[in-house]
């Protein structure tokens, strides 16, 4: 009899499962999924005649090593952009930072002269491996770049107002690398960890028609009734008495309980730390639970906000907020008050139609967390506020320190 396998959850893992084993001649298969849509963390929007992806957004590393790319590439997905030899062979440690407009919390424009400087140390931290021999000195991530960046700033001949804007223009710059990160706190990640991600060749590249197209195209491939929708499982029973020695049981949250010889579990890892006690019975082999446990995942948001007309300029692709009273990886004391400095920056989202103005705001941990709680319409007054003190005095001046 030809095996029958179960595979929970229709995100991006759950689906290519499927696809494979379908491709490969498996018949028996079926997808358990607890919503009403497939996709996962996968998902498209659009805000006027903006696309915005509320999940994943880049392909990271686009090139022939990266299977993601392969797939959107023969789907044709992709812009030919994407797809140039060029492109595929870039570094995106080499690469040119995205254009940028800076913006001070007394309401100035930074300009890019003055502000290139503190990106380039930063940035230099960051792509290359500490040159230390043995163990690190440092407990994070965080702790190696503040420790370096003041001793590298305050080595430069410049004058002390300026050395003071570089240490807030690099604190924003640890805030966008915690929504990199999805991590609160820089200080949380491992410095020896950090370095150990290598990045594929290729310069991250977009879905110009959303990311969920390519879910669509993976699912108009596979049987049309493979999943069951609002179908959440409740406990996976292995080897369980109840059941043949090689048969599963999965049970659903309404009780029912289906057959299989082979299950696939694509949970989120979250998901997976709050109920592996539950989810899985008898428990997983003690090593399994230990990377649950030791594997660790933080929250990030994106906020999407629509304009009538562009405040930024024509070419710009990113916009960063400095704030001149923070110190260095400065922790907020009342997240309740302050979760808006956490939001260090705004991407300007590619229009289809140039009436359409949208920005994404990106925020990560606590205050990530926070914000979930408040209602729309105090994420919006936040949110104004914040651009309204940001841009108050500079709107046709561009502050030339240098
Ligand atoms: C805001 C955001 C931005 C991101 N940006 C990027 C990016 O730019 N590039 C990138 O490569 N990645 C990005 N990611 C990560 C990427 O989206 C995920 O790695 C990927 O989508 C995970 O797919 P998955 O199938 O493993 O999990 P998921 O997509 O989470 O799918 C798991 C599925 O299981 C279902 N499920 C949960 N519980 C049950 C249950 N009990 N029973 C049955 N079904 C259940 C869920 O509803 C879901 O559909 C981002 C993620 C987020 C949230």
């Known amino acids: 009899m030809e095996p029958r396998i179960v595979i ?16 490969a001649g498996f018949n028996h298969v079926r997808i358990l999924e607890a919503t009403s849509r497939s996709g996962g963390r996968i998902k498209t929007g659009s805000l006027g005649s903006t696309i915005t992806e509320i999940g994943a957004t880049y392909i990271h590393g686009p090139s022939e090593q990266n299977p993601l790319f392969c797939l959107a590439r023969d789907y044709e997905l992709l812009n030919s952009d994407a797809l140039t ?3 595929q062979a870039a570094d995106v440690e080499e690469h040119p930072p995205w254009v940028a407009n800076w913006f001070s919390s007394s309401g100035q ?5 003055l502000i290139n ?3 380039e140390k930063f940035y230099d931290l960051v792509f290359n491996l500490p040159d230390v021999d043995g163990e690190y000195p440092y407990a994070s991530f965080g702790q190696y770049v503040c420790s370096k960046v003041r001793q590298q700033v305050a080595e430069q001949d410049r004058d002390e107002s300026t050395k003071k804007l570089w240490l807030c223009a690099i604190n924003t710059l640890l805030k966008v690398q915690c929504c990199d990160n999805a991590a609160h706190s820089m200080d949380e990640l491992d410095l020896d960890g950090f370095y150990t991600y290598k990045n594929l060749l290729g310069l991250d ?3 110009p028609n959303g990311f969920e197209g390519l879910i669509k195209k993976l699912m108009a491939e596979l049987p049309a009734d493979i999943v069951t929708y609002n179908k959440p499982v409740r406990c996976v029973h292995w080897n369980n008495s109840e059941s043949p020695v090689n048969t599963v049981l999965v049970e659903c949250a309404d009780g029912e309980r289906i057959a299989a010889d082979h299950v ?3 949970l989120p890892l979250g998901y997976l730390k709050k109920h592996q006690s539950t989810f899985f019975s008898p428990p997983l082999p003690v090593h399994k639970l230990d990377s649950i446990h030791k594997l660790g995942f933080g929250t990030y948001n994106k906020i999407f ?9 024509a070419d710009c692709e990113i916009i960063y907020l400095v704030w001149e009273d923070e110190d260095l990886s400065e922790q907020m004391s009342n997240i309740r008050q302050s979760w808006i400095r956490k939001l260090p920056v705004f991407t300007v989202q590619p229009p289809s139609e140039r009436s359409s103005y949208v920005l994404c705001g990106w925020i990560a941990g606590e205050e990530a967390e926070y914000m979930e709680t408040l209602p729309e319409q105090e994420v919006r007054r936040c949110i104004t506020a914040l651009i309204q003190k940001f841009t108050v005095s500079c709107l046709h001046k561009t502050l030339e320190k240098n």
């Open 205 to 207: 590249c977009t879905f």
């Open 264 to 266: 696939i579990v694509t």
């Open 305 to 313: 906000v629509e304009f009538e007309s562009p405040w930024w300029d």
């Open 109 to 113: 424009r930074l300009s890019a002269e």
């Open 117 to 119: 400087p503190a990106m």
């Open 8 to 23: 929970v959850g229709c995100g991006i893992s759950g689906i290519t499962a499927a696809h494979r084993l379908i491709k």
């Open 85 to 87: 030899p060029e492109n």
